[in-house]
């Protein structure tokens, strides 16, 4: 029996050969150089507390019981102050690699329902769409209204359904946990099983190739940062997604898609936010590093479904809001800059009398950033990728 | 061919794979889709009284909160609880009916009409009622009449709030004149497009907008649960595909039943819904004489779906190989877990046993049950569901997770008999008699092409 196997594993060994499980996946050339991340926060982050309004006379006397708990902000522009616990970021803020804009949100109002408002973000459409059609994700449209595009130049990445990304333009996707990690000899005999189902044979084909994915220089720092991260699992996930964009954006991907999530801070927001917020800060840095030089051509825009109540709940979190914040990153970014008109935080200022009141659709800021990166025309932008979307002045956010 | 690889196909396509149970002929469909199969009993679901009586205590709880009442308070958050644990009843149902259920063919159908009348959960409060869906408007009617399980559909909540119902108001109504609102299409424009006509039918905008007046003031609540509001409803007559449907004045209920009667008989339907069968349970393209066979059938019961689903299983492309459909995630862990003998109380007795064997390999996969992507439901191509990742995640469950259901995993070579029979090629049997273990053995027939199709 065993020498029967040896000798079917060579022979098997031999027809692997002919067929080998590592093929390299096809890369070919895209449209544009410039890179594009979108990180879709999940949960509705609190723009109150990552960017905190401490020159709004109105700020310290709503937020005073977590800023008593996290500690003072650090520094931005004078106005704002950004949550201590994304310190990791200050370089790059003060290298003008770091942006936000606030006071932005949605569309949607008022019901305040996760998914709803997630969907909505995702399909970047307005509510109520006019006829409810708007199945597809605005990055897939993106992809539908750019010439030249190919199957790897967007990447959804994780185990998310990211509907941002779905529809008619072919996109990747992968998620890096999803590793193959069989025996070799359940490799060889899956060959074998698969040999006559092309469907099969080529896709177990790249998922070997992607799940083998190794940084591409190991005597680079960019390389040895990517292999340093892509094999992170379990709660750390998001780091393992953000070194797995980072290598694919390197090479010829332009646009890459994932979340993080964890937002939703209902009841003590200091604790509930540590871990978050310290893996939102370490996915940017991820990039960053894992980009190397493809760093100072990339812009990275991590949105929410909507913002958080301005008052503290009576269990130092947050409820369900409106207006939120949106961060902005990458070398291509005319960052050290807070964007957007504040409305205030006075109560007859606020939206329903308890949300930060949005004075900017979140949509215009990633449509200039498209416009920016892209060269998209603006007809498209607004008639296609946002539907009905009036994307007003240019923010100037994209160098 | 032989009978027994007809069997083996029928058993694999109509059902969740081979076994004593196996769905393999016309009878068997009056059978399974008719007569009682005691999941009702065995895995009960939530009733929509229930649902809504937690709705009702929780508005009531949420009004008490407001006033600063912190019982109030604490019991609005109790109800929301309630709301949620009905939704998990549900969803934990659905699994272990289509684990346990003695008639797979009719858990098949449910599945089937389901997804063709797709839905989208969210952690909301209608989610409480996603039994009643399952297994109330779709599975009290998969052995009855196409324009009953079309009617209530359009009554229920879960319906009627997925596709923007809720917020569609007849322009020249009562309410559209006083708030200056007016349509949402949404509805209206899918129930043409995709639960009935199909689109390349022949009908406008015009019949889409037409449907739309038609259906405005179709609403729910939690105090009424469905109810049709006359002062939501545009002034008729409409006029849908060249017939009218009421009068001057108000709408009422009973015209949009009219017109979802007709629609549930046009020959367009026919012909959409004989495809789409086709197309699901036997393969694409879809063979054009099995269409045309269904369609008939469809037209002369009046879409009496026994008779369509008999006809299914009556003909001969229905059990004409090659496999070539790939099971959706949903189904391919059911038919392993049958296959390997676990039922429901195998499966309950594993820590999180639902959530780390079923449920997270089912959205590695790609598929997150009754979070439809779209309102068309779930893809039927075999490439969308064959991606690296999803092929890995099955290929990871298919090797790792037997081991974790099962004490004794079979012998890898009885095993491949008795899941696949005739269907198992040479070339798998072949490489499960050279396994090196039992765990890799069965992971081979499991991940298997031979196996994943259908």
């Given at each position: 029996?065993a020498?029967?196997?040896?000798?079917?594993?060579k022979?098997?060994?031999?027809?692997?050969?002919?067929?080998?499980?590592?093929?390299?996946?096809?890369?070919?050339?895209?449209?544009?150089?410039?890179?594009?991340?979108?990180?879709?926060?999940?949960?509705?982050?609190?723009?109150?507390?990552?960017?905190?309004?401490?020159?709004?006379?109105?700020?310290?006397g709503?937020?005073a019981?977590?800023?008593d708990?996290?500690?003072?902000?650090?520094?931005?522009?004078?106005?704002f102050?950004?949550?201590?616990?994304?310190?990791?970021?200050?370089?790059l803020?003060?290298?003008?690699?770091l942006?936000?804009?606030?006071?932005?949100?949605t569309?949607?109002?008022?019901?305040?329902?996760?998914?709803?408002g997630?969907?909505?973000?995702e399909?970047?459409?307005?509510?109520?769409?006019?006829?409810?059609?708007?199945?597809?994700?605005?990055l897939?449209?993106?992809?539908?209204?750019?010439a030249?595009?190919e199957?790897e130049?967007?990447?959804?990445?994780?185990?998310?359904?990211?509907?941002?990304?779905?529809g008619?333009?072919?996109?990747?996707?992968?998620?890096?946990?999803?590793?193959?990690?069989v025996s070799?000899?359940?490799?060889?005999?899956?060959?074998h099983?698969y040999?006559?189902d092309?469907?099969?044979?080529?896709?177990?084909?790249?998922?070997?190739?992607?799940?083998?994915?190794?940084a591409?220089d190991?005597?680079?720092?960019?390389?040895?940062?990517?292999?340093?991260?892509?094999?992170?699992?379990g709660?750390?996930?998001?780091?393992?997604?953000?070194?797995?964009?980072a290598?694919?954006?390197?090479g010829?991907?332009?646009i890459?898609?994932?979340?993080?999530p964890?937002?939703?801070s209902?009841?003590?927001?200091?604790?509930?936010?540590?871990?978050?917020?310290?893996?939102?800060?370490?996915?940017i840095?991820?990039?960053?590093?894992?980009?190397?030089?493809?760093?100072?051509?990339t812009?990275?825009?991590?949105?929410?479904e909507?913002g958080?109540?301005?008052?503290?709940n009576?269990?130092?979190?947050?409820?369900?809001?409106?207006?939120?914040?949106?961060?902005?990153?990458?070398?291509?970014?005319?960052?050290?800059?807070?964007l957007?008109?504040?409305?205030?935080?006075?109560?007859?200022?606020l939206?329903?009398?308890?949300?930060?009141?949005?004075?900017r659709?979140?949509?215009?800021?990633?449509?200039?950033a498209?416009?920016?990166?892209?060269?998209?025309?603006?007809?498209?932008l607004?008639r296609?990728?946002?539907?009905?979307?009036?994307?007003?002045?240019?923010?100037?956010?994209?160098? | 061919?032989?009978?027994e690889?007809?069997?083996?196909?029928?058993?694999?396509?109509?059902?969740?794979?081979?076994?004593?149970?196996a769905?393999?002929?016309?009878?068997?469909?009056?059978?399974?889709?008719?007569?009682?199969?005691?999941?009702?009993?065995?895995?009960?679901?939530?009733?929509?009284?229930?649902?809504?009586?937690?709705?009702?205590?929780?508005?009531r709880?949420?009004?008490?909160?407001?006033?600063?009442?912190?019982?109030?308070e604490e019991?609005?958050?109790e109800?929301e609880?309630?709301?949620?644990r009905l939704?998990?009843q549900?969803?934990?149902?659905?699994?272990?009916?289509?684990?346990?259920?003695?008639?797979?063919?009719r858990?098949?159908?449910?599945?089937?009409?389901?997804d063709?009348?797709?839905i989208?959960?969210?952690n909301?409060?209608?989610?409480s009622?996603?039994?009643?869906?399952?297994?109330?408007?779709?599975?009290?009617?998969?052995g009855?009449?196409?324009?009953?399980?079309?009617?209530?559909?359009?009554r229920?909540?879960?319906?009627?709030?997925?596709l923007?119902?809720?917020?569609?108001?007849?322009?020249n109504?009562?309410?559209?004149?006083?708030?200056?609102v007016?349509?949402?299409?949404?509805?209206?424009r899918e129930?043409?497009?995709?639960?009935?006509?199909?689109?390349d039918?022949?009908?406008?905008?015009?019949?889409?907008?037409?449907?739309?007046?038609?259906?405005?003031?179709?609403r729910?609540?939690?105090?009424?649960?469905?109810?049709?509001?006359?002062?939501?409803?545009e002034?008729?007559?409409?006029?849908v595909?060249?017939?009218?449907?009421?009068?001057?004045?108000?709408?009422?209920?009973?015209e949009?039943?009219?017109?979802?009667?007709?629609?549930?008989?046009?020959?367009?339907?026919?012909?959409?819904?004989?495809?789409?069968?086709?197309?699901?349970?036997?393969?694409?393209?879809?063979?054009?004489?099995?269409?045309?066979?269904?369609a008939?059938?469809?037209?002369?019961?009046?879409g009496?779906?026994?008779?369509?689903t008999?006809?299914?299983l009556?003909?001969?492309?229905?059990?004409?190989?090659?496999?070539?459909?790939?099971?959706?995630p949903?189904?391919?862990?059911?038919?392993a877990l049958?296959?390997?003998?676990?039922?429901?109380?195998?499966?309950?007795?594993?820590?999180?046993?639902?959530?780390r064997?079923?449920?997270?390999?089912?959205?590695?996969?790609?598929?997150v049950?009754?979070?439809?992507?779209s309102?068309?439901g779930l893809?039927?191509?075999?490439?969308a569901?064959?991606?690296?990742q999803?092929?890995?995640?099955r290929?990871r469950?298919?090797?790792a997770?037997?081991?974790?259901?099962?004490?004794?995993l079979?012998?890898?070579?009885d095993?491949?008999g008795?899941?696949?029979?005739?269907?198992?090629?040479?070339?798998?049997?072949w490489?499960?008699?050279?396994?090196?273990?039992?765990?890799?053995?069965?992971?081979?027939?499991?991940?298997?092409?031979?196996?994943i199709?259908?």
């Open positions: 029996m020498s029967t196997r040896r000798a079917f594993l022979s098997v060994a031999c027809s692997a050969a002919a067929h080998p499980w590592m093929t390299s996946v096809s890369l070919a050339a895209a449209p544009w150089d410039a890179r594009l991340v979108v990180i879709v926060l999940r949960g509705a982050m609190d723009g109150l507390d990552i960017v905190r309004p401490v020159g709004d006379p109105a700020y310290a709503l937020r019981g977590l800023i708990r996290t500690g003072p902000g650090l520094p931005l522009d004078g106005y102050e950004l949550h201590p616990y994304l310190s990791d970021l200050m370089p803020w003060r290298a003008g690699q942006g936000f804009a606030h006071a932005v949100s569309p949607y109002r008022d019901k305040r329902s996760h998914f709803d997630q969907d909505l973000l399909a970047g459409s307005a509510e109520p769409a006019p006829d409810g059609r708007v199945r597809d994700g605005w897939n449209r993106l992809l539908q209204v750019s030249g595009t199957g130049t967007a990447y959804a990445i994780g185990r998310d359904q990211l509907r941002i990304l779905r008619s333009a072919e996109v990747a996707q992968w998620s890096p946990d999803a590793a193959l990690d070799a000899q359940s490799r060889l005999l899956l060959e099983v040999h006559d092309p469907l099969f044979r080529d896709t177990a084909d790249q998922a070997i190739a992607l799940a083998e994915l190794a591409t190991m005597d680079s720092a960019r390389g040895r940062a990517v292999a340093a991260r892509l094999g992170e699992t709660a750390r996930r998001v780091q393992g997604l953000a070194a797995f964009a290598e694919r954006l390197y010829d991907t332009r890459a898609s994932f979340s993080v964890g937002w939703d209902h009841r003590n927001q200091d604790r509930a936010l540590v871990g978050t917020l310290g893996r939102l800060a370490d996915v840095l991820v990039l960053r590093d894992g980009l190397g030089p493809v760093w100072d051509k812009c990275v825009l991590a949105m929410t909507f958080r109540t301005v008052a503290l009576g269990s130092f979190g947050t409820d369900h809001g409106t207006g939120g914040a949106m961060l902005l990153a990458g070398g291509a970014v005319r960052g050290g800059r807070v957007g008109d504040w409305p205030g935080l006075d109560e007859a200022a939206y329903d009398r308890r949300d930060l009141m949005p004075t659709d979140v949509r215009a800021h990633a449509a200039w498209m416009r920016g990166l892209f060269g998209i025309e603006r007809s498209a607004e296609t990728v946002f539907p009905g979307l009036d994307m007003g002045a240019d923010p100037g956010a994209i160098l | 061919m032989t009978p690889l007809k069997t083996s196909i029928a058993a694999i396509r109509f059902g969740y794979g081979l076994g004593p149970d769905p393999s002929a016309p009878e068997i469909a009056l059978a399974q889709l008719t007569a009682p199969d005691g999941m009702d009993d065995a895995h009960p679901v939530p009733r929509m009284d229930l649902a809504l009586d937690q709705m009702n205590a929780l508005i709880a949420r009004k008490g909160a407001k006033k600063g009442d912190a019982a109030a019991s609005a958050k109800h609880r309630a709301l949620k939704g998990r549900a969803r934990t149902a659905i699994i272990l009916r289509a684990l346990d259920t003695p008639h797979p063919l858990e098949r159908m449910i599945h089937f009409w389901a063709h009348f797709a989208r959960i969210g909301g409060n209608l989610t009622t996603l039994g009643d869906y399952v297994y109330g408007a779709i599975g009290r009617n998969v009855g009449r196409f324009a009953d399980m079309l009617k209530v559909v359009a229920h909540p879960l319906m009627l709030s997925y923007d119902q809720v917020s569609s108001v007849g322009p109504s009562p309410v559209g004149q006083k708030r200056g007016g349509l949402n299409e949404n509805y209206a129930l043409l497009e995709l639960h009935t006509l199909g689109v039918a022949a009908y406008t905008q015009r019949d889409v907008r037409q449907m739309a007046e038609l259906l405005a003031g179709m729910f609540s939690p105090a009424k649960g469905f109810f049709y509001d006359p002062r939501l409803s002034p008729g007559p409409e006029t595909l060249g017939r009218s449907y009421g009068a001057a004045g108000p709408g009422k209920l009973a949009v039943d009219a017109a979802l009667e007709d629609l549930a008989i046009a020959p367009d339907t026919a012909r959409h819904m004989a495809r789409k069968l086709a197309v699901h349970f036997v393969g694409a393209p879809a063979d054009p004489d099995l269409v045309a066979h269904l008939g059938i469809w037209m002369r019961s009046g009496d779906l026994l008779a369509v008999a006809g299914l009556d003909h001969p492309a229905a059990v004409a190989p090659p496999v070539g459909k790939v099971k959706p949903f189904d391919y862990i059911i038919s049958r296959g390997l003998g676990v039922g429901s109380d195998r499966l309950l007795a594993i820590k999180n046993g639902l959530s064997v079923v449920e997270r390999p089912m959205s590695g996969m790609g598929q049950p009754f979070r439809a992507v309102p068309a893809p039927e191509d075999p490439a569901w064959i991606t690296p999803g092929l890995a995640t290929i469950w298919a090797m997770q037997p081991g974790q259901v099962l004490d004794a079979p012998d890898p070579r095993f491949v008795r899941v696949l029979g005739p269907i198992a090629d040479d070339r798998l049997v490489a499960v008699s050279a396994a090196e273990t039992r765990a890799q053995g069965v992971g081979l027939v499991l991940a298997s092409p031979a196996f199709r259908r």
